[in-house]
């Protein structure tokens, strides 16, 4: 089965532009998480989404929003860019929201300029 | 909410020793999950191990064991017979355990291990 994947796996970019980052699940898992991981403050939960719905969302400002898709694909957004967004960006799944463990993609690099 | 402390920044150990990596945790969920996830230089973040809180058994995946103290919040990872490939940032994380509440892995500050030969 195939694993979590990410795309893309890097991205540069300059202040004030705008980013989407996209991930597919484990076949099968309905839940995908985003979390944000910078060496300052570690890795951080920015949202989760769970049957095309946002279940969770963690202390991140309204530039940071995502949305899931039918197929349980999700996307997530990050409008006007600042420098301290310049993070490795993970997604993970799981089978249910709230239930066993989450399996990671590989990650998506973001700079920003 | 709950919080994840990791006090060990750093730890080293030759190939083929054992090590134990500590964690506490703070929360006042009766139902939870314990997670050590490990982080290569790839930055691919792997799961190494679960531990279900209402679980009294320490779980164990071959060379991974934990000691899990309930009473204590405390979730520690042993590694045995240490290989090269174990060098790695390992992490602690919490996940509250509920069908409807979500999923939100809390992570403790991370450890770097480096296995030397």
């Known amino acids: 089965k195939a694993g979590v994947t990410q795309t893309p796996r890097y991205l540069i970019k300059t202040r004030g532009q705008q980013v989407t980052l996209s991930c597919s699940p484990i076949s099968g898992h309905r839940s995908v998480s985003w979390y944000q991981q910078t060496p300052g403050q570690g890795l951080q939960f920015l949202f989760e989404y769970f049957s095309e719905t946002q279940r969770n969302k963690g202390n991140f400002p309204g530039r940071f929003s995502g949305r899931q898709f039918s197929n349980s694909r999700s996307e997530m957004n990050v409008s006007t860019l600042e420098l301290g967004d310049s993070a490795l960006y993970l997604c993970?799944?799981?089978?249910?929201?709230?239930?066993?463990?989450?399996?990671f993609g590989p990650g998506t690099r973001l700079t920003v300029l | 909410a709950q919080t994840v402390t990791q006090s060990q920044p750093e730890m080293s150990v030759q190939e083929a020793e054992t090590v134990t990596l500590s964690c506490t945790y703070d929360?006042?969920?009766?139902?939870?999950?314990l997670f050590w996830y490990k982080q290569p230089p790839s930055r691919q973040m792997i799961l190494v191990i679960r531990?279900?809180?209402?679980?009294?058994q320490n779980a164990t995946e071959n060379r991974f064991s934990v000691n899990f103290q309930k009473a204590a919040k405390s979730f520690s990872l042993k590694i045995s017979d240490s290989q090269l490939g174990d060098t790695a940032m390992y992490f602690c994380a919490f996940m509250k355990q509920s069908g409807t509440s979500g999923s939100r892995l809390t992570f403790g500050e991370g450890t770097q291990l480096t296995v030397n030969p």
């Open positions: 531990q279900e809180a209402y679980k009294q």
């Open positions: 929360t006042s969920e009766s139902n939870y999950y």
């Open positions: 993970a799944s799981s089978l249910w929201q709230g239930i066993g463990e989450q399996f």
